[in-house]
Protein backbone atom coordinates (compact mmCIF):
# COMPACT_ATOMS: atom_id res chain seq x y z
CA UNK A 1 0.00 0.00 0.00
CA UNK A 2 1.33 3.75 -1.08
CA UNK A 3 0.43 6.54 0.99
CA UNK A 4 0.96 10.31 -0.17
CA UNK A 5 0.89 12.90 2.34
CA UNK A 6 1.41 16.31 1.70
CA UNK A 7 2.19 19.35 3.82
CA UNK A 8 3.11 22.92 3.89
CA UNK A 9 -0.22 24.58 2.86
CA UNK A 10 -1.53 27.95 4.52
CA UNK A 11 -2.71 31.40 4.51
CA UNK A 12 -0.04 34.00 3.33
CA UNK A 13 -0.88 37.45 1.80
CA UNK A 14 -0.64 38.33 -2.00
CA UNK A 15 4.05 38.58 -2.72
CA UNK A 16 4.74 35.79 0.03
CA UNK A 17 5.92 32.67 -0.30
CA UNK A 18 4.93 28.92 0.61
CA UNK A 19 6.84 25.39 0.03
CA UNK A 20 4.39 22.77 -0.07
CA UNK A 21 6.04 19.02 0.43
CA UNK A 22 4.87 15.61 -0.39
CA UNK A 23 6.18 12.38 0.91
CA UNK A 24 5.20 9.10 -0.64
CA UNK A 25 5.82 5.62 2.09
CA UNK A 26 4.79 2.02 1.36
CA UNK A 27 5.95 -0.43 -1.18
CA UNK A 28 7.71 1.55 -3.69
CA UNK A 29 10.48 0.52 -6.29
CA UNK A 30 10.68 3.96 -8.05
CA UNK A 31 8.69 7.01 -8.68
CA UNK A 32 8.63 7.84 -12.31
CA UNK A 33 6.98 11.19 -12.30
CA UNK A 34 5.68 13.33 -9.16
CA UNK A 35 3.62 15.99 -10.05
CA UNK A 36 1.20 18.76 -8.67
CA UNK A 37 -1.98 19.96 -9.35
CA UNK A 38 -4.33 22.19 -8.02
CA UNK A 39 -8.56 22.90 -8.10
CA UNK A 40 -9.75 26.30 -7.03
CA UNK A 41 -13.32 26.79 -6.38
CA UNK A 42 -15.55 26.36 -9.20
CA UNK A 43 -12.86 25.71 -11.35
CA UNK A 44 -11.20 22.66 -12.99
CA UNK A 45 -8.40 20.65 -11.83
CA UNK A 46 -4.98 21.88 -13.36
CA UNK A 47 -2.12 20.46 -13.96
CA UNK A 48 0.45 23.13 -12.14
CA UNK A 49 3.81 21.60 -12.78
CA UNK A 50 5.46 17.66 -13.18
CA UNK A 51 8.75 16.74 -12.73
CA UNK A 52 10.32 12.99 -13.80
CA UNK A 53 13.31 10.23 -12.66
CA UNK A 54 15.90 12.02 -14.70
CA UNK A 55 14.78 15.96 -13.22
CA UNK A 56 13.17 17.46 -16.18
CA UNK A 57 10.50 19.42 -15.45
CA UNK A 58 7.13 21.48 -16.97
CA UNK A 59 5.15 24.44 -15.61
CA UNK A 60 1.94 25.44 -16.13
CA UNK A 61 2.34 28.78 -17.59
CA UNK A 62 0.35 30.85 -15.32
CA UNK A 63 3.52 29.75 -12.63
CA UNK A 64 6.41 29.74 -14.45
CA UNK A 65 8.73 31.67 -13.12
CA UNK A 66 7.50 31.72 -9.48
CA UNK A 67 7.18 28.17 -8.82
CA UNK A 68 9.53 25.21 -8.28
CA UNK A 69 9.40 21.79 -8.16
CA UNK A 70 12.12 19.93 -6.46
CA UNK A 71 12.53 15.80 -5.47
CA UNK A 72 15.03 13.91 -3.07
CA UNK A 73 14.85 10.71 -4.41
CA UNK A 74 16.34 9.14 -1.39
CA UNK A 75 13.55 10.34 0.25
CA UNK A 76 10.74 9.34 -2.29
CA UNK A 77 9.35 13.12 -1.61
CA UNK A 78 9.15 16.31 -3.73
CA UNK A 79 8.28 20.05 -3.05
CA UNK A 80 6.62 22.96 -4.39
CA UNK A 81 8.15 26.42 -3.61
CA UNK A 82 6.04 29.23 -4.45
CA UNK A 83 7.04 32.68 -4.70
CA UNK A 84 5.10 35.47 -5.15
CA UNK A 85 1.91 34.20 -4.73
CA UNK A 86 -0.65 35.76 -6.42
CA UNK A 87 -4.63 35.50 -4.95
CA UNK A 88 -5.59 33.45 -8.03
CA UNK A 89 -2.87 31.18 -6.95
CA UNK A 90 -5.63 29.87 -4.34
CA UNK A 91 -6.75 26.78 -4.52
CA UNK A 92 -5.94 22.98 -3.06
CA UNK A 93 -3.16 21.68 -4.36
CA UNK A 94 -2.66 18.13 -4.48
CA UNK A 95 0.75 15.60 -5.49
CA UNK A 96 0.22 12.81 -7.64
CA UNK A 97 2.68 10.41 -8.93
CA UNK A 98 3.32 7.53 -11.22
CA UNK A 99 4.89 4.91 -9.04
CA UNK A 100 6.44 1.19 -9.89
CA UNK A 101 5.88 -1.14 -7.71
CA UNK A 102 8.05 -4.56 -7.31
CA UNK A 103 5.74 -6.40 -10.26
CA UNK A 104 7.17 -3.46 -12.59
CA UNK A 105 3.55 -2.28 -12.93
CA UNK A 106 2.89 1.36 -12.14
CA UNK A 107 -0.10 2.96 -10.92
CA UNK A 108 -1.00 6.54 -9.88
CA UNK A 109 -1.34 7.59 -6.86
CA UNK A 110 -3.04 10.82 -4.79
CA UNK A 111 -2.42 12.95 -1.87
CA UNK A 112 -5.12 14.42 0.40
CA UNK A 113 -4.95 17.86 -0.75
CA UNK A 114 -3.61 20.75 0.91
CA UNK A 115 -5.34 24.52 1.21
CA UNK A 116 -3.17 27.17 -0.13
CA UNK A 117 -5.30 30.46 0.59
CA UNK A 118 -3.24 33.86 -1.12
CA UNK A 119 -5.38 37.29 0.44
CA UNK A 120 -4.82 40.86 -1.55
Known amino acids: QVQLVESGGGLVQAGGSLRLSCAASGTIFSIRVMRWYRQAPGKQQELVCA???????NYADSVKGRFTISRDNAKNAWYLQMNSLKPEDTAVYYC??????????????WGQGTQVTVSS
Open 96 to 109: NADITNRNSRDFRY
Open 51 to 57: ITNDGST
